[in-house]
């Protein structure tokens, strides 16, 4: 019941940052873009209460308030600030007409943002302790395996090529720039998560030492 009002929650918020902004409903890339988001949300949603019930109910705490520490629920407020902002910017682009991407590349969007919660569940089948906040849980170990033998944080570098992608589907090239400061919440929040790991959680900086980008195979 939770995960439906969250997912009702969801289609409400997405209604918002994409046809308020737009100023019509006469936006078919915006009516795609919902179709697609939406339909990986539930596909996420089923895979991991047939899988992993308890991570789902684990990431259903999510947000600011979940968050401990004063400098993550500043850090969380940024990053849901920028998830808002992007659908937002690329609709509003849409209505003043700033930019315009062809039909291909709005397509593309919409696969990379299927691509996108592929990896999601990558990373969920690699680690049942992805939850939403920075904890460690009872008898968690380092994992190492999957797209964590790659890079440190899997679940956040998947959120890049969704974010570009949400721009791209929504047929704006400019909302593409809201990356930008995505990369930098998500970088302030990796610093902040591993300065805790490495304390709480055994054996978490022997793996820093083996796998050793961050965010970005080959850059950081």
Same mark, same amino acid.
């Given at each position: ?16 940052? #994409? ?5 019509? +409903? ?6 795609? &873009?919902?179709? =697609? /988001?939406? *339909? ?64 291909? #590349? ?5 696969? +990379? ?6 990896? &999601?569940?990558? =990373? /969920?089948? *690699? ?94």
């Amino acid at each position: 019941m939770r995960a439906t009002g969250r997912f009702l929650r969801l289609l409400l918020l997405l209604a918002v940052c #994409v046809f308020l902004p737009a100023g019509t +409903l006469d936006y078919w890339e915006g009516w795609l &873009f919902s179709a =697609v /988001f939406a *339909a990986c949300s539930v596909a996420l949603t089923l895979y991991l209460a047939i899988n992993d019930p308890k991570l789902l109910e684990q990431r259903m705490q999510i947000g600011p308030a979940a968050e401990t520490e004063g400098s993550q629920k500043i850090i969380m407020v940024a990053v849901l600030l920028v998830l808002a902002a992007t659908p937002a910017v690329s609709a509003t682009d849409h209505r003043l007409g700033w930019s315009s991407a062809p039909a291909v #590349v709005v397509v593309l969007g919409d696969l +990379l943002i299927v691509l996108a919660h592929a990896g &999601f569940c990558l =990373v /969920f089948r *690699a680690n049942t302790y992805g939850v939403a906040t920075i904890q460690v849980a009872q008898g968690q170990n380092v994992i190492s395996t999957g797209p964590y033998a790659v890079i440190r944080h899997p679940m956040y570098a998947w959120n890049l090529p969704m974010l570009f992608g949400t721009a791209l589907a929504l047929g704006s090239w400019w909302g593409t720039l809201m990356v930008v400061p995505m990369i930098a919440a998500l970088a302030a929040r990796i610093l902040n998560e591993e300065r805790y790991l490495a304390i709480n959680l055994a054996g978490y900086a022997d793996y820093t030492d083996k796998v050793r980008y961050r965010l970005i195979p080959f850059i950081w």
